[in-house]
Nanobody
Framework: QVQLVESGGGLVQAGGSLRLSCAAS????????MGWFRQAPGKEREFVAS????????YYSDSVKGRFTISRDNAKNTAYLQMNSLNAEDTAVYYC??????????????WGQGTQVTVSS
């Protein structure tokens, strides 16, 4: 089983950038697609981005497309989420997870503990 630890969250002004990291333990990281999800207070957890196991395919929600970039380094067992042009609506706890490539949250397991991103307007 893969264990995931997110980092890189924090407080940023609107228009700013953050880079989240998701470090995975275990030797099977490269077998899984990775996803980033977020959950704002009082809202359901929602899909943000997904990347295939080999990193060749990426998929984004409409709300972050063109602003966020998902990537991975299988040699380092780490996935990333580069977030640019942040706005207040991006404020949430961000989670990474392993699963099947795509936006179906039900296909993801092995969730991290989350990292808080707060965007001040």
């Amino acid at each position: 089983q893969v264990q995931l630890v997110e980092s890189g969250g924090g407080l940023v002004q609107a228009g700013g950038s953050l880079r989240l990291s998701c470090a995975a333990s275990g030797r099977t990281f490269s077998n899984y697609a990775m996803g980033w999800f977020r959950q704002a207070p009082g809202k359901e957890r929602e899909f943000v981005a997904s990347i295939s196991a080999n990193g060749m395919l990426t998929y984004y929600s409409d709300s972050v497309k063109g602003r966020f970039t998902i990537s991975r380094d299988n040699a380092k067992n780490t996935a990333y989420l580069q977030m640019n042009s942040l706005n207040a609506e991006d404020t949430a706890v961000y989670y990474c997870a392993t699963g099947w490539y795509g936006n179906n949250i039900d296909t993801y397991s092995n969730w991290g503990q989350g990292t808080q991103v707060t965007v001040s307007s």
